[in-house]
């Protein structure tokens, strides 16, 4: 198959998504008030109600309502006062009653969208944008949302007795009911996405926005946030639109990508080799990197859908929308901005930051702890320097932060000191001034060492006068190692410049 | 536009109903007369009429708040399970969703 | 010693109150009436005497500790079979959950037990509450008691023919179409279908979700009225998103005279084709024995009317099918054996385990649900639903309530309806109720002067006056009684004396 840069030269993708998001946060399910959990035994946090007993009647989750208003007025949605939850019929026991409750014609948000902003080499993928254009930036694409519903998730089947779970070769299934009744979101957006790379940072802005809601743990690898793409192509100029494929089992923000890609380029081999797509659902096989056919999609499904009469309408207050929206906190597009406003920091810097709402409050935490023109200097330590794995509080961070912004230790020290005072809250400038690490600045005692590495190092000086100027990072570095690591780098470099040049 | 036998054979697959000949005669006949007996229904000018769809008049937005097991309803796992035809240790059990061969467009264990 | 049904619950409540007698042994009169009577009358698909006789001592022990007594103390009632209650089987007259062992208790029923009563079982009823004779149970018959080659009418059935044999004094029901209505008018004693929203709908099992409702059956109406005290006064049930509150004073004003009454009447339906002329005397018997009370007769008209069946059996059998999706085998109910895939096993459960009717409403209402159909009947089913609704607006602004009759006839025989569109025609005057989600109330007004069976008025009013319904049918209760046309409390004379002796 041709490379999905060069597929994307002769035609145009057009890729929708639909977005399962399972509001975690909550307590408890969507129409009962059984616990959610993700690892209990199987069928233990069940009721008369999720079991779909006869009899039993469902209540809608006041704060799953909440929450799904607030992913609305999170991605600019309009709040549709008024809506019913349908019943939507199918014949499969995940869903207890054979039907599941969920919205019909008019959701809780319709008409939103979601503004990305894609960088870097996946901005190549789109064939009117080159780097050569736009070296450092990307290009902007506002997404549009067609709705967001409210729903309820499905029970777990576990296929026995084929091979790998496989449901093709399976004797039997089980069933384990605790997933199923917990609440679910479904977004589904326009197809207005037109390469991968767009589906794939779509997904990764939804879900920083819904960390930053904290409606949902948006795990895709645990399926709390799970994808469906839909894509087609089209020459490009042409204005109709393909036969779409529908993509299941996406895992990872990677596989949206791969998956999406492989779709694309299979796709055009069939239409340039003079076939035609069918209209199918198609399974992602992450290790082999391809889509396999699960399903022939015929006709469209009939689910019967009617409005649900055991749940009473809803109209909506402006006091419960107010109430909401008071409670979405500040997004991540808008605290990147304020972030490089009022921290002076660079635009990519502060957008990664911004991303995780913990990562972004931890900053905040450091910053306030440090004078401003230092702030930078945190963002620095926290996206070079930290890692998951590392148990330092926000104090560590701007003490760490404040020495490397003054020269006080280098970089390297640094590194240094991050492991020594990891796990254990000690203040990394009580830490440098205990084992002498602060850095000098002292220039008579660098300047002593500069020219014990001058008379040392007779070939690279050498070297340096006979034009190789690049020798002066060793010799840097020979000044850095002969202090132990106390010089300052950029006064060695500036006294070993003055050197080299007098003694021309 | 009477429905035929095979328009009602679709309709218990759908419904999952198994007929055999002489119900599916049956059925037919009777599903042609319950429509008949409906036709009023479509006698009246409904423009612009509201549907009602809950006799409840203006209650709206009844909600729970989100607290676990506040009615004390979580069933114990022989209960769960006490009317199942078959279980295997703590789940419901049922037989193979697809026959040999059979394309059956559940393969996922998600709803969507 | 009375026997205990000469007794209403009212009189038993007080009895045990007053230690005139224990819970205990009330409970044990009951279940010897049922016992001599069961034979003949079949009202019960399961006598839960165990439970029955733990429940009552538990009342008794109570009364011991000088604890509080409820309303129902050691009253016997009898629960419609598709009411949850733990220790019993809910088997809906089918097949399907001929062996479901209930795992919760529906909060009618809880309602009950709370006032104090005593549970002596679950009565028969058309399978899935599909029916108007109680014919379609997959079990066996119930008979009329009063004549016992007749059908109590249904679907429930053994309840309304449970109290009027005297087994129990009250016993729940449930109405999608005329369900209590109609059998309590076949069967000689007190129906009420209360407003949609007013009894809790959480443990009974769905039919029609925004039809049904569950209601009382008693030998009098002022049975009825503590029966709906105990229903409501626990104020509106969390585990129903449809359910509201409703003051608890069913007793309060109950002999308040009613001068000045409206009683609304509809002539086309009073002088219906459908009804037999001894019906149709015996209501202008009733309509005279209001206005000698005072009662202001006034015309009024449901324009809709005739609509109302055809959307009845468009909504209740979507529904239907809806509600009965979820009996699949697979957490319970039967489940058909060695079947190689689950579609199969899925098929061949409910092919056994559904009766005729209850296949004939799940397929007509996949039917009226499929894209396409959807449009050209259920939605303007539900709109025409708008259309009654407002006829009844309009039609309870010139009247506080409407009398009418319940039924064509009274009680036929076990057979005589041959066609299923036949057997619907049984709802003609009840389903509006339903459909507007209004209260209405059977009152027996004496027995038929060709077949000897009881007749009933229907008396219909606004959705939440149900107090002032259940005032206008005690004033038409107290009317016939001094017409001379029925006692109430009466039993059905056959089984008045079988068994049941309170020792």
Redo the contacts between chains.
């Keep these: 198959m041709r490379l999905l840069r060069e597929v994307l030269r002769d035609w145009e993708a057009v890729i929708g998504l639909e977005v399962h998001t399972e509001l975690t946060t909550l307590k408890t399910k969507m129409f009962c008030d059984c616990r959610l959990s993700h690892d209990d035994p199987p069928n233990s946090n069940v009721c008369?109600v999720c079991?779909?007993?006869?009899?039993?009647?469902?209540?809608?989750n006041e704060k799953a309502i909440e929450y799904i208003v607030m992913a609305g007025l999170a991605t600019d949605c309009q709040i549709q006062r008024r809506s019913l939850f349908y019943?939507k019929?199918y014949?499969y026991?995940d869903m207890?009653?054979?039907?599941q409750t969920t919205q019909g014609p008019v959701a809780f948000c319709m008409h939103g969208h979601l503004d990305l902003e894609v960088t870097g080499e996946g901005a190549t993928e789109r064939p009117d944008f080159t780097v050569e254009k736009d070296p450092d930036g990307g290009y902007m694409a506002s997404i549009r949302i067609l709705r967001i519903h409210m729903e309820e998730d499905a029970a777990k089947m576990v296929h026995v007795g084929g091979s790998e779970g496989r449901i093709a070769s399976a004797t039997e299934?089980l069933?384990d009911y605790n997933r199923c009744g917990t609440p679910l979101i479904e977004l589904v957006t326009q197809p207005d996405l037109r390469t991968p790379e767009e589906a794939r940072v779509f997904m990764e802005r939804l879900r920083q926005t819904f960390l930053t809601l904290g409606i949902s743990d948006c795990s895709l690898e645990s399926g709390s946030m799970r994808c469906d793409g839909n894509v087609s192509i089209r020459r490009r100029g042409a204005r109709g639109l393909g036969t779409k494929t529908e993509m299941k089992n996406i895992n990872s923000f990677k596989s949206l990508h791969d998956a999406l890609a492989y779709e694309i380029c299979r796709q055009a081999e069939v239409l340039e080799a003079g076939g035609v797509v069918r209209q199918e659902t198609r399974h992602w096989e992450p290790s082999k990197r391809r889509t396999v056919v699960m399903r022939v999609k015929e006709t469209a499904d009939?689910y019967?859908?009617?409005p649900d009469?055991?749940?009473?309408p809803f109209c909506l207050s402006d006091d419960f929308v107010a109430r909401c929206r008071a409670r979405v906190p500040e997004l991540p597009l808008e605290k990147r901005d304020r972030f490089v406003v009022a921290y002076a920091l660079k635009r990519a810097d502060a957008a990664q930051l911004a991303a995780d709402p913990r990562v972004a409050s931890f900053f905040e935490e450091a910053a306030c702890a440090v004078a401003k023109e230092h702030v930078p200097m945190v963002a620095n330590v926290i996206i070079n320097l930290l890692s998951a794995t590392k148990a330092v509080t926000s104090a560590q961070v701007a003490s760490l932060a404040t020495l490397l912004a003054t020269d006080a230790i280098t970089f390297m020290q640094a590194r240094e000191v991050l492991e020594l005072v990891d796990g254990t809250g000690d203040d990394p400038q009580r830490l440098v001034d205990e084992r002498g690490m602060r850095q000098s600045t002292d220039t008579e005692a660098l300047a002593a060492t500069v020219d014990e590495v001058l008379a040392r190092c007779v070939d690279q000086v050498r070297q340096y006068r006979e034009g190789n100027k690049k020798v002066i990072g060793y010799l840097v570095g020979q000044c850095m190692r002969t202090s132990r690591g106390t010089g300052n780098p950029k006064l060695f470099n500036t006294i070993l410049c003055e050197r080299l040049a007098q003694e021309g | 536009m009477a429905?035929t036998r095979e328009d009602?054979r679709d309709?218990?697959?759908?419904?999952?109903?198994?007929?055999d000949k002489r119900?599916l005669d049956?059925?037919t006949s009777?599903?042609n007369?319950?429509?008949e007996?409906?036709?009023?229904?479509?006698?009246?000018d409904?423009a612009g009429?509201?549907?009602?769809?809950?006799?409840?008049?203006d209650?709206c937005n009844?909600m729970?708040p989100d607290e676990p097991d506040a009615?004390g309803?979580a069933?114990a796992i022989d209960?769960?399970l006490?009317?199942?035809?078959?279980t295997r240790d703590r789940a419901?059990r049922?037989?193979?969703?697809?026959?040999n061969g059979?394309v059956?467009g559940r393969c996922q264990t998600s709803a969507s | 010693m009375p026997n205990i049904s000469e007794l209403s619950a009212a009189q038993i409540a007080y009895g045990v109150t007053c230690g005139d007698f224990t819970a205990v042994e009330v409970a044990q009169a009951s279940l010897d009436a049922i016992e001599a009577r069961e034979p003949e009358v079949q009202a019960f698909l399961e006598i839960s005497g165990d439970l029955a006789l733990a429940i009552a001592a538990k009342t008794d022990e109570r009364r011991a500790r000088c604890a509080p007594l409820g309303s129902l103390a050691g009253v016997p009632v009898a629960f419609k079979d598709?009411?949850?209650l733990v220790g019993t089987r809910?088997t809906?007259a089918s097949r399907m959950?001929e062996?479901?062992?209930s795992?919760?208790t529906?909060t009618c029923v809880q309602r009950l037990l709370d006032a104090g009563a005593t549970p002596v079982g679950k009565t028969n009823m058309d399978e899935f509450a599909f029916g108007s004779s109680t014919e379609s149970s997959a079990f066996h018959r119930t008979c009329n008691p009063w004549d016992t080659q007749r059908v109590p009418g249904g679907s429930s059935g053994g309840s309304a023919a449970a109290v009027a044999a005297g087994e129990v004094p009250i016993a729940l029901g449930s109405d999608t179409g005329g369900s209590i209505r109609q059998p309590a008018s076949f069967c000689g004693v007190v129906g009420m279908k209360p407003s949609?929203?007013v009894v809790s709908?959480?443990?009974?099992?769905?039919f029609?979700?925004?039809l049904d409702q569950v209601g009382p059956f008693g030998r009098c109406v002022s049975d009825v009225a503590l029966t709906m005290n105990a229903l409501v006064a626990g104020g509106r049930d969390?585990?129903?998103?449809?359910s509201?509150a409703m003051s608890a004073g069913f007793l309060d004003n109950l002999e308040q005279p009613v001068e000045g009454i409206r009683v609304g009447v509809i002539t086309s339906l009073m002088e219906h084709e459908a009804l037999s002329a001894e019906v149709r005397t015996a209501l202008a018997e009733a309509c005279a024995a209001l206005e000698a009370q005072g009662a202001r007769l006034v015309e009024v008209e449901l324009r809709?009317m005739?609509?109302a069946?055809?959307?009845y059996?468009?909504i209740g059998p979507?529904?239907a099918?809806?509600n009965l999706?979820?009996?699949?085998?697979?957490?319970?109910?039967?489940?058909a054996p060695d079947?190689?895939?689950?579609?199969?096993?899925?098929?061949?459960s409910?092919?056994y385990g559904?009766g005729?009717e209850a296949?004939?409403r799940?397929?007509?209402g996949?039917?009226l649900?499929?894209?396409g159909v959807?449009d050209?009947?259920?939605?303007?089913?539900?709109?025409?639903?708008?259309?009654i609704?407002n006829d009844y607006r309009d039609a309870f602004m010139r009247c506080d309530v409407l009398l009418l009759p319940a039924a064509p006839t009274t009680a036929f025989r076990f057979g005589e309806m041959s066609?299923?569109?036949q057997m619907?025609a049984q709802d003609l005057f009840t389903i509006s109720n339903n459909?507007?989600?209004n209260a209405g109330v059977c009152v027996p007004i004496g027995l038929g002067v060709q077949s000897l069976m009881p007749i009933a008025a229907q008396l219909q009013g606004p959705?939440f006056k149900d107090h002032v319904l259940l005032r206008v049918a005690r004033a038409l209760e107290r009317g016939m009684e001094e017409a001379g046309r029925m006692r109430p409390g009466v039993v059905a004379p056959a089984f008045a004396r079988r068994g049941g002796v309170l020792a």
């Design positions: 008369p079991l779909g007993m006869p009899g039993a009647l469902p209540v809608p019943r019929h014949f026991p207890s009653k054979n039907f299934s069933i009939d019967r859908m009617y009469p055991d749940l009473a | 429905l009602v309709i218990a697959d759908y419904a999952r109903i198994a007929l119900e049956e059925m009777y599903l007369e319950a429509i007996m409906l036709q009023p229904i479509r006698e009246y409904l009429v509201v549907p009602t769809y809950h006799p409840i008049g209650l009844v729970a009615h309803r069933l209960v769960a006490g009317n199942a035809g078959a419901f049922v037989p193979s969703i697809l026959g059979e059956d | 598709n009411m949850q809910t809906c959950l062996h479901f062992d795992p919760f529906a949609y929203g709908r959480y443990g009974v099992v769905a029609g979700s925004s969390p585990l129903d998103s449809t509201q809709h005739e609509a069946i055809a959307a059996y468009v979507a529904e099918f809806s999706a979820r009996f699949d085998g697979v957490r319970y109910g039967f489940r079947c190689a895939t689950l579609a199969e096993q899925t098929a061949r409910r092919a559904f005729a296949k004939r799940q397929l007509l996949a039917y649900l499929a894209s959807y050209r009947y259920y939605y303007p089913a539900q709109q025409v639903r708008t259309l609704t066609s299923p569109t619907y459909i507007a989600g959705a």
